[in-house]
Structures are given as structure tokens and as C-alpha cells.
Nanobody
Framework: QVQLVESGGGVVQAGGSLRLSCAASGRTFGTYAMAWFRQAPGKEREFVAT??????????ADSVKGRFTISRGNAENTVTVYLQMNSLKPEDTARYYCAGRPSGTSRDGKEYNYWGQGTQVTVSS
């Protein structure tokens, strides 16, 4: 059974930090590119960050570059993907989703096969 389970969301003041985690299992996610997307109420889903299967390559949306860091840990049966978010702003408020695809990195959510249920991040001003 494929599972992507996000955690670590919450309410934080502007300028604060949060670390999101995504535990992915049920496929050989160690060979998958992984990514974070987010969706705010009334807005379309947007790309946040992606990481290659070996963790060597990372790419970020311009809006989070320099503030967010994506990383991953590849274990035998479970891959954990992290999103360290620093200097948070109210405009970062959204539901954050983890996603995986059995190929290279992509900024297009339509190219991802597996998705988690998301974790809510709220940044107060």
C-alpha cells in the first residue's frame, strides 16, 4: 500500500521556522524524485521544491529560495523527505503536500504519481 504521510505543520509567527516531514512507503521511493507543493485557499496548487532520487539536485520556487531547504533520507523501505522552512512569511500560509514520481525532478504537479494528504502551515503576522 502506497503511503505518503506529511507531518510538522502548525501555526507560527512571521519570521519563525517549521520543519515538515513526509514518510513515503509502499513503492521504491528511493528511486523516485520527491517534491513539495502547496495550496492556499482560493489559489491554485504551486510548486515549492523538488529533490532528485539521490539528493544531489534540488530546485526551488523563486518565492522560497534562500529560505526553504529540501532534503531526504533513503532507508530500505521508507523514504523521508524534509522541508526546512525559515523566515516564514504570512504568504507562506497554505496546505503543504508531498509528492513522488518514478523519474527525474519536475516542477509540474501533473507529472507526479503519488501524493500525501497534506499538512497545514499557518503563518501569523
Amino acid at each position: 500500500q502506497v503511503q505518503l504521510v506529511e507531518s510538522g505543520g502548525g501555526v507560527v509567527q512571521a519570521g519563525g521556522s517549521l520543519r515538515l516531514s513526509c514518510a513515503a512507503s509502499g513503492r521504491t521511493f528511493g528511486t523516485y524524485a520527491m517534491a513539495w507543493f502547496r495550496q492556499a485557499p482560493g489559489k491554485e496548487r504551486e510548486f515549492v521544491a523538488t529533490i532528485s532520487r539521490n539528493g544531489f539536485y534540488t530546485y526551488y520556487a523563486d518565492s522560497v529560495k534562500g529560505r526553504f531547504t529540501i532534503s531526504r533520507g533513503n532507508a530500505e523501505n521508507t523514504v523521508t523527505v524534509y522541508l526546512q522552512m525559515n523566515s516564514l512569511k504570512p504568504e507562506d500560509t497554505a496546505r503543504y503536500y508531498c509528492a513522488g514520481r518514478p523519474s527525474g525532478t519536475s516542477r509540474d504537479g501533473k507529472e507526479y504519481n503519488y501524493w500525501g494528504q497534506g499538512t497545514q502551515v499557518t503563518v501569523s503576522s
